[in-house]
């Protein structure tokens, strides 16, 4: 057993995804959760760029005792975590590998989508895991950059017009190339599932990453007895780089809850 929390970090709240996932899975657990909403999104940015953002994040999340680290955030997975996960004396997952899995899984065509970030889509990290798992498999990816900041400003309803057309222009490739099972490479994009749902119809099962992620930590958890003991609820504590109230206002949202979280500020800059 083990009671140290988990630590999760994104850009934004999308990692939330992944939180809300775990929660329902392991509700003994306690979770520190980090968005660095002062540099949201990362999917524009540079590799060297995301690469001090990733250190600086686990920098922060290190000055408490974790049992794990999750980067809950597919462009960091894709592009800079196998650089810096030898840094580490802890387990630190990745979104890649679980998503890819669950994709492989549950195609029955082997033709899988994929939507992320710009940086996501250029790493070709989940094209590689997925042609690891089943070489005949073909993977079409779409890069879809307005996606991120549509959902960090609240615009997540599948009626809401502006997000309906960038929807049909991001999945309009997709659907033209006959895909069963659509990944959301973005821990953000669960929470347009409905709308995505409703553009792709119903023969095309979409792969949630942030709940991947957190099946994934659950089962090597599990199968490493480092489980935390007892039958208390675990906490969550939430920190940003930037604006904690408006934070707080739409983690609730993100988390399928009724009250908002207790949201400090730190200054990720010192990491």
């Known amino acids: 057993m083990d009671n140290r929390p988990i630590g999760v970090f ?11 996932e775990l929660r329902l899975l392991l509700p003994n657990e306690s979770i520190i959760y980090f968005g660095d909403t002062a540099r949201v999104p990362y999917g524009t940015r540079s590799r060297e760029t995301l690469l001090r953002y990733v250190k600086q994040d686990i920098g922060f999340l290190r000055t408490f005792d974790l049992k794990t680290v999750l980067v809950a955030c597919g462009t960091a997975s894709t592009t800079v ?7 580490y004396d802890l387990p630190i997952f990745g979104v890649v590998e679980p998503s890819a899995a669950a994709a492989v899984a549950a195609s029955a065509t082997g033709r899988i989508g994929l939507i992320g970030t710009p940086a996501t889509v250029r790493s070709g990290a989940f094209e590689r895991r997925v042609r690891q798992l089943n070489p005949e498999t073909q993977v079409f990816s779409v890069p879809c950059p307005l996606l991120v900041p549509l959902v960090e400003n609240g615009r997540t309803s599948p009626d809401d017009p502006v997000l309906q057309l960038v929807l049909e222009e991001y999945l309009a490739p ?25 553009q792709m119809g ?32 675990g906490s969550l504590r939430c920190f940003v780089s930037d604006q904690p109230h408006d934070f707080a206002r739409l983690a609730s949202l993100f988390l399928r809850c009724d009250t908002e979280p207790e949201v400090s500020r730190v200054d990720i800059e010192q990491y």
Do not use: F, K, M, W
């Open 10 to 20: 994104d850009s934004g709240l999308g990692g939330l995804t992944a939180v809300r």
């Open 174 to 198: 997709l659907q033209a190339q006959n895909i069963d099972v659509l990944i959301l490479g973005c821990t953000h994009y669960p929470l347009l599932s409905e709308a995505i749902a409703r």
């Open 81 to 87: 975590l196998e650089s810096v996960r030898g840094d």
């Open 202 to 233: 119903p023969a095309v099962r979409l792969i949630d990453s942030g709940a991947a992620i957190a099946q994934y930590t659950a089962a090597t958890l599990r199968q490493n007895g480092a489980l935390a003991a007892g039958t208390d609820a």
